[in-house]
């Protein structure tokens, strides 16, 4: 009978925290992307490595003069 009465008073328990969470994470998705690394390939960035690589400079050189990985050149630039 006891077991009983905490498992109830233990679901109902997990039922709020969850509930919880949903609404604070369905607030959050609202206020918009927030958190996280800032990218480090900003929109100017971006728009001067696209005209590099238009004019052929190779992408060792573009990531060297925007101070980027090259890796993270490759993952932006399609």
Do not use: C, W
Not at 21 to 32: F, K, P, S
Not at 54 to 71: C, F, H, K
Request: no cysteine; hydrophobic share 40%; net charge positive.
């Amino acid at each position: 009978m006891g077991f009983q009465i905490f498992r109830a008073l233990s679901e109902f328990e997990r039922n709020l925290v969850r509930e919880r969470t949903m609404t604070g994470l369905a607030e959050a998705r609202g206020r918009g992307p927030i958190g996280g690394r800032p990218s480090a390939l900003t929109v100017a960035k971006k728009r001067q490595a696209d005209k590099m690589r238009g004019d052929g400079v190779p992408m060792s050189e573009i990531a060297e003069v925007l101070d980027v990985a090259t890796s993270t050149l490759y993952r932006n630039l399609h």
